[in-house]
């Protein structure tokens, strides 16, 4: 192989490849990448073995070729090069890099690895794909991510759920102890369904992939995506990402939301979220807890920790019901508060012990979960 | 709480003296009088670790706990230096302790040489507070020839500080009132509480008696610690309400097994994992614990030992939980690929919490949105608990009726 590349370009390249190799894993090749000059494009490859991704841009080819190093020291070395061209050439089992600025004279070597035993990254969608719009995606993402289970025993619970039903795209996270949901009409996102966009049962799409839409700065505003039997396959500007998708049963979460109920709060978003953040720096931080006391017209937020003291602060609610007090992990309502797009929000309820909605009052398509904790106060 | 205000509370604080030195020599009549150093092999003056206890008569050459052992050895090569023995310890650790429940009930083993004892109202029975002080030292160096030190007072921090004041082999006792009187003169590295850092930062504030804490408004401790500033200021004025709790310090709950013969078949050690863990879940339910950190310990046939920790994100006391833990851990050392084999297993459960007082676990807090997949599990797990508490270990998962029977060390 023997390329000549702008460094900016290949530094970008390299970076979001880099983002998802897996400095931990138990195969040392997969902290590698892939790189290939082949049709006046270069190719950067990494794989962490659950999500794969693939990097394109254009290139000068000499000589077309391929070898497998280590990326982020590449990406250091080129870090390190002043902004002009830099080549990229194979020498056996060695990639020569060498910057095309005459103003340096520097040289480095890195030793390729096995070629062989790095994992073949497919990442050509064989089937059908639908495009969305990167923003509405980006944002559903954001919607629901923060719920998505951290605990690798609960599995199914460690990704987003994605389903498509009566012409809406849904997403879904939980952890067990609340819920978030989101979705948008298809023909809001300007998706026409013909059946096959995601298969019936719906799909649980793993964290990191998702993280890394968060994460990147879109130029093209389109995304295509599409699913074989077990990965998502999703292209936007010149990358390709591939991620086996979650195998296991994702919990039948419309059975959990709470229909016709009749007691129900409304508060600004802003107050509560600050009333929120201000108690619970005196919460205990092995529970979470704090304790919402819904009255007529006003509502305190609480708590005590037993080493640390206890705050509590009156806010105004539209409330005429009887009094009840509710407690719950301040940082679920946080996260939750956080993504509303309202000035005000709708908390319904039944009880002490059920799980209560929070919703934004102007905002459809959107909605939370919570599990109350127990109060013993 | 009414009455315990009212009511001054009669707290002992027993503490062992150079514990693990002083078994030593009672177990082996020629080490009395000798200078004795419990810790790591010093192996001529190269070896490394530290020193565990060092007996009083090692201590006169400078030689403490926590010292490096290669240190100790250059104060005195001619010292007799021993491996701890854990579990003889342990084992004595716990007669004391029961030595402790004939005085009363209520006791806080604080670790495996010292504990709490609240004696309140039990003077009548066993005398005052001297008296009861003098009989506990006299049943524990009667029944196990250790000496101990101890020191009595209305709280819990005056009585940790006077048994320190008091040893070795001391009885110091405090009447209720003269507290303050007491610490004014002490200087305050004795406060409990008090690190070597808080100390360095308290003299240079100018803070050198507890006195000078307890004279102070506080306010000038509280601009400078916080809030545990105004704790500090409370305990120089001998004010602590904390009670003795009756519960046992542990750090860790866990299991080991050392093979007959070196395995390397994956089946046999994820076995042995689960075999592990069945009792370790089975103490952990005894005793109304759960955990968080799970520990996988490996000793391969080169002796080489490795441990490999997880923290979940939440206290559980499931089997499958830590199986699945310690099984990932496992798989990490790719026995089967290289061919490893393997001496010594164990699994540990750490970073522990006890049952909250209202009976319920206290990460149990949080309720679910789902039934729980593992419900059906957990069902079983406290069908298994309750059947081996009534039959004893003859209760066996089926995967090891047919198998061999493993020796269970500690």
């Known amino acids: ?377 | 709480m009414l009455l315990k205000t009212m009511k001054s509370r009669l707290i002992l604080h027993i503490d062992m003296d150079a514990f693990f030195a002083s078994i030593e020599q009672f177990d082996n009549p020629d080490f009395r009088g000798k200078p004795v150093v419990v810790g790591a092999d010093p192996k001529g003056g190269k070896g490394r670790g530290v020193v565990s206890t060092a007996s009083y008569e090692a201590r006169k050459f400078g030689i403490h706990s926590a010292m490096p052992i290669s240190k100790a050895y250059r104060l005195c090569p001619d010292a007799l230096y021993v491996r701890p023995r854990m579990r003889r310890y342990v084992e004595v650790s716990k007669r004391i302790m029961e030595i402790l429940s004939e005085f009363s009930p209520l006791i806080e083993q604080v670790s495996i040489d010292e504990a709490f004892l609240d004696c309140t109202g039990t003077e009548r029975l066993f005398g005052n507070p001297v008296d009861i002080g003098k009989k506990i030292k006299g049943r524990i160096f009667k029944e196990l020839g250790l000496k101990s030190s101890i020191g009595i007072a209305s709280s819990k921090s005056v009585a940790k500080i006077l048994s320190d004041l008091s040893k070795p082999d001391g009885l110091l006792y405090c009447e209720p009132g003269k507290e303050k009187e007491l610490l004014s003169q002490l200087d305050i590295k004795y406060l409990w509480g008090a690190g070597e850092k808080t100390v360095q930062i308290l003299r240079k504030h100018g803070f050198n008696k507890i006195g000078d804490i307890a004279e102070s408004d506080g306010k000038e401790l509280i601009r400078i610690f916080g809030v545990s500033g105004k704790k500090l200021w409370e305990l120089a004025n001998g004010i602590d309400d904390r009670e003795v709790v009756n519960i046992r310090v542990r750090k860790s709950i866990g299991r080991e097994i050392t093979f007959q013969e070196d395995v390397d078949d994956l089946e046999t050690l994820e076995k042995t994992i689960l075999y592990l863990v069945d009792r370790i879940a089975y103490s952990m339910a005894e005793e109304g614990i759960m955990g968080k950190t799970v520990t996988l310990k490996i000793r391969f046939e080169d002796f080489t030992t490795f441990t490999r920790s997880k923290t979940l994100n939440r206290y559980t006391d499931f089997v499958e939980d830590i199986k699945n833990v310690a099984v990932e851990k496992l798989h990490e050392f790719n026995i089967d690929k290289e061919r490893k084999r393997v001496r010594l297993l164990g699994v540990s459960v750490s970073n522990l919490i006890f049952k909250g007082t209202d009976g319920e676990y206290l990460s149990g807090l949080q309720r679910e949105l789902f039934v729980p997949e593992g419900d059906e599990k957990e069902k079983v797990q406290k069908v298994l608990h309750a059947m081996k508490k009534q039959f004893g270990d003859i209760v066996k998962r089926a995967i090891f009726i047919n198998g061999e029977d493993h020796n269970d060390y500690n």
């Open chain 1, 1 to 377: 192989m023997n390329i000549i590349a702008d460094k900016k370009q290949l530094s970008k390249q390299l970076s979001l490849a880099d983002s998802i190799t897996s400095t931990r894993s138990s195969l040392p090749i997969l902290s590698n990448v892939l790189i290939e000059g082949k049709d006046n494009k270069l190719y950067i490859t990494s794989s962490n073995l659950e999500t794969g991704i693939r990097v394109s841009g254009n290139v000068d080819v000499q000589d077309e070729g391929s070898i497998v190093v280590s990326g982020r020291k590449l990406l250091s070395i080129i870090r390190e090069l002043p902004d002009s061209n830099i080549l990229l050439k194979t020498d056996s089992n060695k990639l020569l890099v060498k910057s095309l600025d005459s103003s340096i004279n520097a040289k480095f070597t890195l030793l390729g690895v096995d070629r062989e035993s790095f994992p073949v990254v497919k990442t050509e969608i064989d089937g059908s794909e639908f495009v969305v719009d990167a923003e509405i995606l980006r944002s559903m993402i954001k919607k629901v991510i923060f719920s998505i289970s951290q605990d690798e025993s609960k599995y199914a619970l460690t990704g987003v759920f994605m389903e498509i039903y009566d012409g809406k795209l849904a997403m879904v996270a939980t952890d067990g102890k609340r819920l978030a949901l989101v979705e948008k009409e298809l023909s809001d996102i300007g998706v026409e369904d013909d059946g096959s966009m995601i298969p019936d049962e719906g799909v649980i799409v793993p964290k990191t992939a998702l993280s890394e839409l968060l994460k990147y700065s879109f130029e093209d505003q389109n995304v295509s995506i599409g699913f074989s039997k077990n990965q998502i396959f999703i292209k936007y500007d010149n990358v390709s990402m591939v991620s086996n998708l979650i195998e296991g049963k994702f919990p039948d979460y419309k059975k959990i939301i709470p229909v016709d109920r009749e007691n129900f709060f409304i508060v600004d978003r802003e107050t509560f979220l600050s009333a929120i953040k201000r108690v619970s720096v005196l919460v205990d931080e092995a529970f979470k807890r704090v304790k919402l006391s819904i009255l007529p017209g006003r509502m305190i937020v609480s708590t005590q920790s037993q080493t640390m003291g206890g705050a509590e602060e009156e806010i105004p609610i539209e409330y005429g019901g009887e009094d009840i007090d509710i407690a719950l992990n301040y940082q679920y309502m946080l996260e939750c508060l956080r993504e509303i797009d309202s000035e005000a929000v709708v908390v319904d309820f039944e009880d002490s012990e059920r799980a209560i909605t929070v919703k934004g009052r102007e905002e459809k398509g959107y909605l939370n979960i919570i599990m109350p904790m127990k109060i013993s106060f």
